[in-house]
């Protein structure tokens, strides 16, 4: 496998990086990058961390990093998580509410963990804060109990201060999004998949509508949705296929659509095949009536979840 770090990838300019990914020699990694500069998106990062689990170390080659910008990998802990040495030496400073560099999710500890660290980063009222902490941590939880990877999720996450954005990149090496979904329901590729995971209340657990209390089908349409009202980007990438959010007309209405392929968007599924899925956010944090209602809505279905979920631990079993 190949893959190349431009001087710019994120996630309103991506699919240029995505299609240059070489998938082919599964057992080999090599990563070559732009002479002059890198700046990526933390997605970026939480793909190339999830591929080389795959691959032994030794097997995986990064060419002498020449950019100026190369501390920023190296204190985003890109190499620590390829089990390689740069050779770049930095000194360290204070990451909380600056970023969070790349984690490996294996368990429930380590969720708990990356949430506590995330939640610096967001910078709001804690009552605003914690349904973006949910969303992470269902899409997170959705990867430890459906993807079906040994090596679990990798995460890492930076705050934008110019612009008041936290952005936020996923990745896992497991099944994928049709071979989850198509546990449920019949689909016939993997943008037809990605469109399926994206409507609230589908879910590759049930048939049931709604979901159930421990699976509502919700979060990616949630995170969709903030990223639509703050017309900021997402995009989710798995198999061939890659959908990404565009933002809003300035100016134009906002109205959450339940057919992710009704609202202002672009797709493709003609891209290197990624065996997984990966999922890129931009979440701008600046308060606005329509944020703040989305975020009352999303807690108020966290709640009832909650309760769900809790009541269906304790329920005694019926025998007849």
């Given at each position: 496998?190949?893959?190349?770090?431009?001087?710019?990838?994120?996630?309103?300019?991506?699919?240029?990086?995505?299609?240059?990914?070489?998938?082919?020699?599964?057992?080999?990694?090599?990563?070559?990058?732009?002479k002059?500069?890198?700046?990526?998106?933390?997605?970026?990062?939480?793909?190339?961390?999830?591929?080389?689990?795959?691959?032994?170390?030794?097997?995986?080659?990064?060419?002498?990093?020449?950019?100026?910008?190369?501390h920023?990998?190296?204190?985003?802990?890109?190499?620590?998580?390829?089990?390689?040495?740069?050779?770049?030496?930095?000194?360290?400073?204070?990451?909380?509410?600056?970023f969070?560099?790349?984690?490996?999710?294996?368990?429930?500890?380590?969720?708990?963990?990356?949430?506590?660290?995330?939640?610096?980063?967001?910078?709001?009222d804690?009552?605003?804060?914690?349904?973006?902490?949910?969303?992470?941590?269902e899409?997170?939880r959705?990867?430890?109990?459906?993807?079906?990877?040994?090596q679990?999720?990798?995460?890492?996450a930076?705050?934008?201060q110019?612009s008041?954005?936290?952005?936020?990149?996923?990745?896992?090496?497991?099944?994928?999004?049709?071979?989850?979904?198509?546990?449920?329901?019949?689909?016939?590729?993997?943008?037809?998949?990605?469109?399926?995971?994206?409507?609230?209340?589908?879910?590759?657990?049930?048939?049931?509508?709604?979901?159930?209390?421990?699976?509502?089908?919700a979060?990616?349409?949630?995170?969709?949705?903030?990223?639509?009202?703050?017309?900021?980007?997402?995009?989710?990438?798995?198999?061939?296929?890659m959908?990404?959010l565009?933002?809003?007309?300035?100016?134009?209405?906002?109205?959450?659509?339940?057919?992710?392929?009704s609202?202002?968007?672009?797709?493709?599924?003609?891209?290197?095949?990624?065996?997984?899925?990966?999922?890129?956010?931009?979440?701008?944090?600046?308060?606005?009536?329509?944020?703040?209602?989305?975020l009352?809505?999303?807690?108020?279905?966290?709640?009832?979840?909650?309760?769900?979920?809790?009541?269906?631990?304790?329920?005694?079993?019926?025998?007849i």
């Amino acid at each position: 496998m190949h893959i190349h770090l431009p001087n710019s990838a994120f996630l309103g300019n991506i699919d240029p990086f995505l299609r240059e990914f070489d998938n082919s020699d599964s057992d080999r990694l090599e990563i070559t990058a732009n002479k002059k500069w890198i700046s990526v998106h933390p997605v970026v990062l939480s793909m190339i961390a999830a591929l080389g689990q795959t691959v032994k170390p030794a097997n995986i080659t990064c060419e002498k990093l020449e950019a100026a910008s190369k501390h920023y990998l190296e204190r985003m802990g890109l190499f620590r998580a390829l089990g390689i040495r740069s050779g770049i030496n930095i000194m360290e400073h204070e990451s909380a509410g600056r970023f969070i560099p790349i984690t490996q999710i294996k368990d429930s500890g380590a969720l708990t963990t990356f949430i506590t660290e995330m939640t610096p980063l967001l910078h709001l009222d804690p009552k605003h804060a914690e349904p973006i902490r949910y969303i992470v941590s269902e899409l997170v939880r959705n990867v430890l109990e459906h993807a079906s990877s040994r090596q679990g999720a990798f995460l890492s996450a930076q705050y934008f201060q110019k612009s008041n954005t936290i952005r936020i990149g996923i990745a896992d090496t497991g099944v994928g999004i049709k071979q989850t979904i198509s546990n449920a329901y019949p689909v016939k590729s993997d943008l037809d998949a990605i469109q399926l995971a994206l409507t609230p209340g589908v879910t590759g657990t049930t048939r049931r509508e709604g979901g159930t209390e421990y699976n509502a089908g919700a979060g990616l349409f949630f995170i969709k949705s903030i990223a639509d009202v703050n017309r900021d980007f997402f995009m989710i990438y798995s198999g061939k296929a890659m959908y990404k959010l565009l933002k809003r007309k300035l100016g134009s209405r906002v109205r959450l659509s339940i057919d992710p392929f009704s609202d202002r968007h672009s797709k493709e599924d003609q891209f290197p095949f990624w065996q997984g899925t990966v999922v890129g956010i931009d979440i701008s944090l600046d308060a606005t009536r329509e944020f703040s209602a989305l975020l009352d809505l999303i807690k108020d279905t966290y709640t009832k979840a909650v309760k769900e979920r809790k009541k269906a631990k304790y329920k005694k079993p019926r025998f007849i």
